[in-house]
């Protein structure tokens, strides 16, 4: 059967899809427009509605968060949105480590809770709360740094929804302190109620959300009523699991929510480890989130020593090992050379927490010698952290390497670019899994909101013929791009130095994944290439259409030369290849080819 259509022509700052209100990407469709987003450009960042959610305030947060600034902010200050206790004093902490001057009680945490007195039965479910840190103004980089970083920020979805309670006076206050410290001393008697008079004094230039709940439904008792569906909030749960059998390989039927925990398990695609169930995988808001709760944990479990980044990773991973703990020991070019430097390290008596690395990498998808570092890592004791998101468990089968295996289900588990999620998962026959399994035990926290849960499930279902289709189509316009003289270098699985690396791992049925990178002969040649190929552009990756950006430019802006002295180009384009019919991408990558002048 034929694809569905090439997705094309969105404007500079339209969401990708076009009117998608949580959209996780957004339109850049020519080289400049990329450039001017980094560089802060007005042109461009006037028409942004939205933007990667860990990079961009979603407008639904902004205005929640507005809101609750004129409330109980003053002029001097900035808030940030959080979905739990833990996470905002973390993110207090970092904020008061980071600026070593800032004076006690600069940093204050603000908690909304729905209203005990008001709360109905479908509140209690979804447990509505919001924590929210002020901050001096002139810091709003280090924060924002923790928000990016962490992925624990609130969702567009929880920020919509609490933002309806707000105005209907359904949250109070649970504590209200100069002293993040002193929220470890437990909760105080419930205290000052916000009505609807005091919500929105002063608020009247608040642009309100074309969104929000109806009055009749501001309890929550439906929240994807305004779009059709009745999905009661209480079936989130069920959404959830439904969500970890299918990361764990055991449910890959296509069928809806009330059948999905009713079918048997699929034998030949469940995780081969012996031991393995739903109940070693965690769930988490964002992708990042899971890696830096995971980098988190094992330092609660084996303390405080450096890490290992092992080949290029991508950029906020680099960013959590360096600022969260001792530091890291950085390889970047996840080389054999670098394997031995490492072994020699080791041989010297240096301990390290953990080696953390992508399978395969992102952008020059190079795959690790995942069985020589399993390896290392036994003889040494560290633990192995895998980042599948590339790779996706259809088409690799990690986790006999690895302690951990971490994963971005906003990705291609999801496809249709409009909700974030991350998993963890435990390998219960690695060597330190009865620890971590402790541990998880009482760091996890569940703040996956049910919204997002309910949306990744339904996204999900389809999650096995999608990604057969990627396969095929990724290949196919690997091979146009390696075949034409006007294209420098293509970096895939399948035609990379490192594939037997990757084959070891590959499933039966496995294929190479759905993503691919090119580099050119010159910029010029790399500008017209990309300004003419006619396919959404943006960030991210693993949708169901196909996704292109000069990707380093986006990632690595500020650390241009210190990337390409990683042997990654400035001038990459990424594709992250989707669904459409096959000859009809064929074509659009051949018509792109010939935009580049002949020389």
């Known amino acids: 059967m034929p694809g569905p259509a090439i997705l094309t022509g969105q404007a500079v700052g339209e969401t990708i899809p076009a009117q998608t209100p949580h959209a996780v990407s957004v339109s850049l469709p020519t080289w400049r427009s990329n450039v001017g987003y980094e560089e802060g450009e007005e042109w461009v960042m006037s028409k942004m509605k939205t933007g990667y959610p860990r990079f961009f305030i979603h407008k639904e947060i902004e205005k929640f968060a507005l809101a609750i600034h004129e409330q109980f902010g003053s002029p001097s200050e900035k808030v940030m949105l959080f979905p739990s206790q833990c996470i905002a004093l973390r993110c207090s902490t970092f904020i008061n480590e980071q600026i070593l001057h800032l004076n006690k009680g600069a940093v204050r945490i603000i908690a909304l809770i729905s209203d005990p007195e008001k709360e109905t039965q479908d509140m209690k479910c979804v447990c509505p709360q919001i924590f929210a840190v002020f901050f001096p103004s002139e810091h709003w980089s280090t924060a924002k740094a923790f928000w990016q970083h962490s992925g624990d920020g609130v969702s567009s979805r929880r920020a919509e929804y609490c933002h309806g309670l707000f105005k209907e006076g359904l949250l109070v206050i649970k504590i209200s302190t100069d002293d993040p410290q002193s929220l470890k001393k437990g909760p105080r008697r419930y205290r000052k109620s916000i009505t609807q008079d005091s919500a929105s004094n002063g608020q009247s230039d608040i642009v309100e959300s074309q969104e929000d709940l109806p009055e009749d439904k501001a309890g929550g008792l439906f929240i994807e009523e305004r779009f059709g569906r009745n999905l009661q909030l209480k079936f989130a749960s069920n959404a959830k699991l439904a969500i970890k059998k299918r990361i764990a390989g055991s449910l890959t039927a296509d069928v809806a929510l009330e059948d999905a925990l009713k079918v048997g398990k699929d034998e030949e695609r469940t995780r081969q480890v012996p031991g393995f169930s739903e109940d070693d995988i965690y769930l988490y808001p964002t992708g990042m989130s899971s890696i830096f709760n995971t980098h988190r944990s094992l330092m609660v479990a084996r303390g405080h020593l450096k890490s290992i980044s092992y080949g290029f990773p991508y950029v906020d991973t680099l960013k959590i090992l360096e600022k969260f703990g001792p530091g890291c020991l950085f390889y970047g070019r996840g080389s054999i050379e670098d394997l031995d430097a490492l072994e020699h390290k080791l041989e010297s008596g240096e301990k390290f927490l953990s080696l953390f ?68 998962i435990l390998n219960p026959n690695g060597p330190y899994y009865e620890q971590l399994k402790r541990t998880w035990s009482h760091e996890f926290q569940d703040n996956y909101w049910v919204e997002d849960a309910i949306f990744m499930e339904r996204n999900s279902r389809d999650f096995v013929p999608r990604i057969e289709r990627i396969n095929i189509n990724a290949e196919a316009i690997c091979d146009v791009l390696r075949l034409d003289p006007r294209v420098k270098q293509v970096y895939y699985p399948k035609h990379n130095p490192t594939q037997p690396f990757y084959d070891i791992c590959r499933t039966t049925n496995g294929g190479y994944g759905g993503l691919l990178s090119a580099t050119f002969f010159s910029r010029e040649d790399a500008v017209a290439f990309f300004d003419n190929l006619a396919t959404a552009k943006g960030p991210s990756l693993g949708t169901n259409f196909t996704l292109s950006s000069p990707y380093v430019i986006l990632a690595h802006y500020q650390e241009l030369d210190w990337a390409e002295s990683f042997g990654v180009e400035r001038d990459l384009l990424r594709f992250s290849v989707g669904l459409e019919d096959t000859a009809a991408l064929i074509e659009t990558f051949r018509q792109a080819l010939a935009a580049i002048p002949q020389r």
């Open 357 to 424: 690395c992508e399978f395969p990498g992102n952008p020059l998808l190079a795959s690790p010698d995942l069985t020589r570092i399993r390896c290392l890592a036994d003889k040494y004791g560290f633990v192995v952290v895998v980042d599948e998101t590339i790779g996706n468990f259809l088409n690799v089968n990690v986790l006999p390497y690895a302690d951990v295996v971490v994963s971005s289900l906003t990705k291609v588990f999801s496809g249709d670019s409009n909700v974030m999620g991350g998993s963890a």
